[in-house]
């Protein structure tokens, strides 16, 4: 089902939303959420992705980019199959006291949507907003760094670590960030 927010402009920046099916809480988990960000530090690396903001919580992602060469459409395709097939793996894998349940509910909204086969892990929709404007991007950052606060992980945003906020305060952080 097509919501609207749909990447039109291959050159543009946007504000993205990835979110787990039936809003599980896969990314409660630490190897879950570094296959997230090993396959971000790949994109930017190989495949043109500038990541200007993120955060990863723990059922949704938030990023705004952008991609200097190419499709940005095509490098989402790809990271969100990529990141699904390796977190599947890992959930069949690896010790999951969440297994079997976990496996039901993908399979489960897999065969709620002819274009998966087994399992399906992310939404399809992206929610893409594209941001035009200083005001408009400011207003996103802020919106992602503040996610961790609001959900109680932290009281202070640049104390989480999966997330841009350390960036903008000049600490370390897990990723590159482009400031806007």
């Not at 490098?75 to 699904?84: E, G, L, P, Q």
Request: aromatic share 14%; hydrophobic share 35%.
């Amino acid at each position: 089902m097509t919501t609207g927010y749909q990447i039109k402009n291959q050159d543009g920046t946007y504000f993205l939303t990835f979110t787990v099916v039936n809003w599980i809480d896969a990314f409660s988990r630490r190897r879950y959420r570094d296959i997230v960000v090993d396959s971000l530090k790949y994109c930017q690396k190989n495949k043109g992705l500038e990541i200007f903001a993120f955060v990863i919580m723990t059922n949704h992602i938030h990023l705004i980019v952008r991609r200097t060469n190419g499709n940005l459409s095509a490098v989402i395709r790809d990271f969100k199959s990529y990141t699904a097939k390796l977190i599947l793996e890992s959930i069949a894998e690896e010790t999951e006291s969440r297994r079997e349940w976990m496996l039901k509910m993908f399979e489960f909204s897999a065969s709620r949507n002819k274009r998966n086969e087994k399992y399906q892990f992310w939404k399809h929709e992206n929610h893409a907003e594209e941001l035009e404007g200083n005001e408009i991007i400011d207003q996103k950052i802020n919106y992602i760094h503040e996610n961790p606060v609001k959900a109680g992980f932290v009281a202070n945003a640049e104390d989480y670590i999966y997330s841009s906020a350390s960036a903008y305060s000049g600490k370390d952080c897990i990723l590159d960030v482009t400031f806007p």
